[in-house]
């Protein structure tokens, strides 16, 4: 049994590798991009709207609303930045009901490369709303003293969102995997409906984290004087 799409290799050359979580990411991005396209080439101000620009509209407003109860500060770009993060993981986790499909999300290169655009985001969204020398004070807030374990904080959190988000991918596939060997009829479809409910609440826990973070990167403790 596989652990992860990465033990699948699909073509190797020396020490260059193509695995299943390269040709199923390039998939998932494949399908993202033309679904857009195909959504978004006839968008209409007027009224009527097509039923595609309806559905895309209700997703876009969700987010939005999500977005703004965790930081009424939203900045420019972070709709974007989200939304596609959560439609990615949860296009990945969808599709993992289709026989022959490994989730890029059981991977944890994926889920790290994921967490490192997160970590990226952070500073490059604070640094943005409240400048470099606010958004660095932040590290030596509530004393000096905590500069050491504020940069700790920041790896480890990191490091937990792709380990979360991994493991609960990778376990999940293991486990419908086990009970398609021992029951191969009603169980592994209630386990594919359980997966499929799990999988969209992990993209959504991944989205809200990853805004939660960005938001408190944007905050600053204003000292005397400002």
Not at 2 to 20: A, C, E, H, M, R
Not at 167 to 177: D, I, L, R
Request: aromatic share 10%.
């Amino acid at each position: 049994m596989q652990l992860t799409p990465d033990d699948q290799i699909w073509w190797q050359y020396g020490f260059v590798k193509i695995n299943s979580t390269m040709i199923f990411t390039w998939a998932v991005m494949a399908l993202l991009t033309a679904g857009a396209w195909m959504v978004t080439r006839r968008l209409n101000a007027g009224s009527p709207i097509s039923r595609m620009q309806h559905v895309l509209e209700v997703v876009v407003g969700i987010i939005e609303k999500q977005l703004n109860e965790i930081s009424p500060r939203r900045p420019v770009g972070l709709l974007p930045f989200v939304g596609t993060l959560f439609l990615f993981i949860a296009v990945c986790n969808t599709l993992s009901i289709i026989p022959g499909f490994d989730p890029p999300t059981g991977s944890l290169s994926t889920t790290a490369g994921l967490s490192l655009c997160v970590f990226t985001a952070v500073p490059a969204y604070g640094i943005g709303a409240i400048g470099l020398k606010r958004y660095a004070r932040n590290y030596l807030q509530p004393t000096p003293f905590m500069l050491p374990f504020n940069i700790l904080g920041e790896f480890s959190r990191t490091l937990a969102l792709s380990v979360r988000l991994f493991g609960n991918v990778m376990s999940g596939t293991m486990v419908g995997a086990i009970l398609l060997i021992i029951a191969p009829l009603v169980v592994p479809l209630l386990m594919q409906l359980l997966g499929l409910l799990t999988g969209m609440v992990q993209a959504y826990i991944f989205a809200v984290l990853a805004a939660v973070y960005i938001s408190a990167g944007m905050d600053a403790t204003p000292s005397r004087g400002e």
